[in-house]
C-alpha cells in the first residue's frame, strides 16, 4: 500500500479528533462484500479506541445521484458532524454533492475506485488503487484493534472478492492464513466463504443492517440456508444466459437482461467474466420500484482493450438520470429503462472503435 504510513497518520489524526461520547456517521457500499466487511472494521476500530461511545449510525448506499443528500438530512437531523465514507465511489458520478457533503460534514473518505482528477484532495482523502481493496487497507489501518481471528478471515474474504491477491502483499497475507492459489483460486475452500459472503450480502440487498449484524453475530447457519437460496437462482440465470445474451463482436461483447427477486448480477458478470475470459460480459435488471435499469460489467482479462468505467461513461453520455463507473475490470451503474436502446448502441459504438485500432 503506497504511502502507508501518511495514511495511517491522517486517519489516526481524524479518529482522534473525536469525542468519545460523541455519534459519528458511516456510510459504505451496500450488496458488497467489501462494503460491508469494510463497516465491520470501522466500528471494531472505533469500539476499540472509544469504549462506550455510541454505537456509529450506519449506512448502507447504493450507487444512485442525491444518496448523498439524503444521508446530510439524516445527520443533520441525528446531530451527527463526523463521517467515515467507505468503498464508496460518489466522486466519479457525483462531485459536486459530494463536495458540497464534504463541506457539511467532517469526511474521511476512504476508497479504492478511481479518482475523480477534480476532486478536491485534503487528508481525509484516503484513495488507494483498485487492487488494495478498502477492507484491506482498514485492517492495515487498524491492525493493532484487528487482531481477532475472524476479523483476519474476513479481511482474507473480502480481498478475495475484489480479486486483490493480484498484489503481491495482499497474496501474501492471504497465504499467511490459508491455502490460496490464485491460478485456481475456485478450488480453495476460502473462497467457498468468498461466495457465501456474497450470497449473504445479495440477499438481504435492501436490507443491509440485516447481513451486517448476521456476520457480528456470526450466524453460520443463515449463511448456509441463504447461499443454498442464492445457488439455485444463480445456476438458473447462468443457464439461461447461454440461451438468452445478446452476442456482438465473435462472442467479445455479450448483452445479458435477467429478472431475478436477487441483485446477484455481479456475481453473474464475475463468473461469466471468468468463463468466457477477454469477453465483456454486461448485466441488465430492474431496480425495483423505479423506472431505472441497474448495469453490471465485468471483463476478467488480464490486459485490457479499454477500462469498464470508460465503457460505461460512454454508454451514458447523454441520459438523464444515468449514473457510471467503477473499476477498470468491474464496473457497474444505472440509467432509464426508456433509454436501453441508446445506451447498447453508444457501448456498441464504443467498444467497436476500441477492437478497430
Known amino acids: 500500500m503506497q504511502d502507508f504510513e501518511k495514511h ?12 468519545k461520547n460523541e455519534k459519528v456517521g458511516i456510510i459504505s457500499h451496500a450488496n458488497c462484500v467489501d462494503g460491508m466487511v469494510s463497516v465491520v472494521f470501522m466500528v471494531e476500530i ?17 450507487y444512485k445521484i442525491g444518496i448523498l443528500d439524503e444521508y446530510d438530512i439524516i445527520f443533520n437531523k441525528k446531530g451527527i458532524k463526523k463521517v467515515f465514507i467507505l468503498d464508496a465511489n460518489v466522486d466519479m458520478n457525483q462531485l459536486e454533492e ?11 473518505f476512504v476508497d479504492h ?7 478536491k484532495m485534503d487528508n481525509n482523502i484516503i484513495k488507494t488503487p483498485s487492487v488494495d481493496c478498502t477492507s484491506m487497507v482498514l485492517y492495515r489501518l487498524g491492525n493493532e484493534f484487528l487482531k481477532d481471528k475472524e476479523l483476519i478471515k474476513l479481511a482474507c474474504i473480502a480481498s478475495i472478492s475484489e480479486f486483490s491477491f493480484k498484489d503481491q502483499d495482499n497474496l501474501k497475507f492471504i497465504q499467511k492464513h490459508y491455502s490460496f492459489n490464485p ?5 480453495s475452500e476460502i473462497f467457498k466463504n468468498v461466495l457465501k459472503y456474497n450470497s449473504l450480502v445479495t440477499y438481504y440487498a435492501n436490507d443491509s443492517n440485516r447481513a451486517y449484524e448476521i456476520i457480528l453475530k456470526k450466524n453460520y447457519e443463515e449463511i448456509e440456508r441463504v447461499n443454498k437460496e442464492i445457488d439455485n437462482e444463480f445456476e438458473r440465470c447462468i443457464k439461461d444466459f447461454e440461451i438468452c445474451a445478446e452476442k456482438y463482436f465473435d462472442n467479445y461483447l455479450y448483452f445479458y437482461y435477467f429478472k431475478s427477486n436477487f441483485s446477484i448480477g455481479s456475481r453473474l458478470g464475475t463468473t461469466l467474466s471468468v468463463k468466457y475470459k477477454g469477453s465483456t460480459i454486461i448485466m441488465l435488471s430492474d431496480i425495483s420500484g423505479t423506472n431505472l435499469f441497474k448495469v453490471s460489467a465485468r471483463n476478467n482479462s488480464d490486459k485490457l482493450i479499454y477500462p469498464l468505467n470508460d465503457m460505461l461513461r460512454a454508454g451514458i453520455v447523454g441520459l438523464e438520470n444515468a ?12 440509467f432509464m429503462k426508456k433509454d436501453l436502446e441508446v445506451f447498447k448502441k453508444q457501448v456498441i459504438e464504443f467498444v467497436k472503435s476500441k477492437i478497430e485500432q
Open 8 to 19: 495511517k497518520k491522517n486517519f489516526f489524526d481524524f479518529i482522534d479528533r473525536i469525542d
Open 46 to 62: 472505533l469500539k476499540k479506541k472509544f469504549p462506550g461511545m455510541p454505537a456509529p449510525f450506519l449506512g448502507f448506499i447504493p
Open 98 to 108: 459530494t463536495e458540497k457533503f464534504f463541506d457539511k460534514f467532517e469526511v474521511m
Open 113 to 119: 475506485h478511481p479518482l475523480n482528477p477534480n476532486l
Open 183 to 187: 491460478e485456481n483460486y475456485k478450488d
Open 323 to 334: 449514473i457510471g463507473g467503477g473499476h477498470a475490470n468491474a464496473s457497474g451503474g444505472s
